[in-house]
T-cell receptor, first 114, second 114 residues
Framework: EAQVTQNPRYLITVTGKKLTVTCSQN?????MSWYRQDPGLGLRQIYY???????DKGDVPEGYKVSRKEKRNFPLILESPSPNQTSLYFC?????????????FGPGTRLTVT | AQKVTQAQTEISVVEKEDVTLDCVYE???????LFWYKQPPSGELVFLIR??????QNEISGRYSWNFQKSTSSFNFTITASQVVDSAVYFC???????????FGTGTRLLVSP
């Protein structure tokens, strides 16, 4: 089954404690992205990756890091989380083929930083 | 710059009523894609439709229909004979040609009561 998986699905942590949210897709997609969803703001892109070792900032990259060492994985790293990073995070992937403008979303990770 | 506006924050209807969710977009590109996603209370994002800028035909899928009008930069979504299961947050999104990024509206929460 084609899917994007994220782990963990729920995470409560404290300010300053480094964490990683993993994202993996099994569709051999080139493009992967991270979004955060906040009330009243919709979803905003954090980082995206065009392919292995190619990443770039989205609209709200401050406080986040990403890496793309393998095509299927695109982890989101918060090296020193702060309460304003409490949010619902979605990973997405898409291909460079004819359906490249449809993004497949993971189930979401709800992060709370206290 | 691209922008998506969903002016309706929340809509409440009674089951079997028809309801239209508005979406207005801004883009300078001539090639772009428009999307609608549904986010039920469980939190995942469910893809509903994708429409490219060269295809202005309206589309109907069961109780769902979409009206794309380039002249008014709108891509409205109508649910006919609404049901309680339609209760969700609905997002309209825009992707410009060549960019692997979705710009989302702030969403419209639809509440359908029995």
């Amino acid at each position: 089954e084609a899917q994007v998986t994220q782990n963990p699905r729920y995470l409560i942590t404290v300010t300053g404690k480094k964490l990683t949210v993993t994202c993996s897709q099994n569709m051999n997609h080139e493009y992967m992205s991270w979004y955060r969803q906040d009330p009243g703001l919709g979803l905003r892109q954090i980082y995206y990756s065009m392919n292995v070792e190619v990443t770039d900032k989205g609209d709200v990259p401050e406080g986040y890091k990403v890496s793309r060492k393998e095509k299927r994985n695109f982890p989101l790293i918060l090296e020193s989380p702060s309460p304003n990073q409490t949010s619902l995070y979605f990973c997405a992937s898409s291909s460079s083929g004819t359906d490249s403008y449809e993004q497949y979303f993971g189930p979401g990770t709800r992060l709370t930083v206290t | 710059a691209q922008k998506v506006t969903q002016a309706q924050t929340e809509i409440s209807v009674v089951e079997k009523e028809d309801v239209t969710l508005d979406c207005v977009y801004e883009t300078r590109d001539t090639t772009y894609y428009l999307f609608w996603y549904k986010q039920p209370p469980s939190g995942e994002l469910v893809f509903l439709i994708r429409r490219n800028s060269f295809d202005e035909q309206n589309e109907i899928s069961g109780r769902y229909s979409w009206n794309f009008q380039k002249s008014t930069s709108s891509f409205n979504f109508t649910i006919t004979a609404s049901q309680v299961v339609d209760s969700a947050v609905y997002f309209c999104a825009l992707s410009e040609g060549g960019f692997q990024k979705l710009v989302f509206g702030t969403g419209t929460r639809l509440l359908v009561s029995p």
